[in-house]
Nanobody
Framework: QVQLVESGGGSVQAGGTLRLSCAGS???????????MAWYRQAPGKQRELVAS???????KIADSVKGRLTISGDYAKIAVDLQMNSLKPEDTAVYYC???????????WGQGTQVTVSS
């Protein structure tokens, strides 16, 4: 029932910047409490990986591969999460998905994904 929609993806040159946004139904429309929001990515032929997460308490975790370049921010009142992507590298090319749920290990809601392509 609840659908999250990502936006902001696209194609950029290496070193470029993108900002991904994710928004969906309000908290009242969700059957489970939202205590965690996150961004995942999946490259062709690869497993999905967790890129960044943020808890309701605003505690963030960033994957080592993107640390210092990508920053996550979340607004739990609006049920929205953003991913600021700076100094992008070709290896960042992937489909990026936002997710929300009661915990990082139990994400009930997922977006359809947005393509990010970084060219050298």
């Amino acid at each position: 029932q609840v659908q999250l929609v990502e936006s902001g993806g696209g194609s950029v040159q290496a070193g470029g910047t993108l900002r991904l946004s994710c928004a969906g139904s309000g908290y009242a429309s969700m059957t489970a409490a939202i205590n965690a929001m996150a961004w995942y990515r999946q490259a062709p032929g690869k497993q999905r990986e967790l890129v960044a997460s943020i808890t309701r308490a605003q505690t963030t975790k960033i994957a080592d591969s993107v640390k210092g370049r990508l920053t996550i921010s979340g607004d739990y009142a609006k049920i929205a999460v953003d991913l600021q992507m700076n100094s992008l590298k070709p290896e960042d090319t992937a489909v990026y998905y936002c997710a929300m749920g009661v915990s990082i290990g139990h994400m009930e809601y997922w977006g359809q994904g947005t393509q990010v392509t970084v060219s050298s």
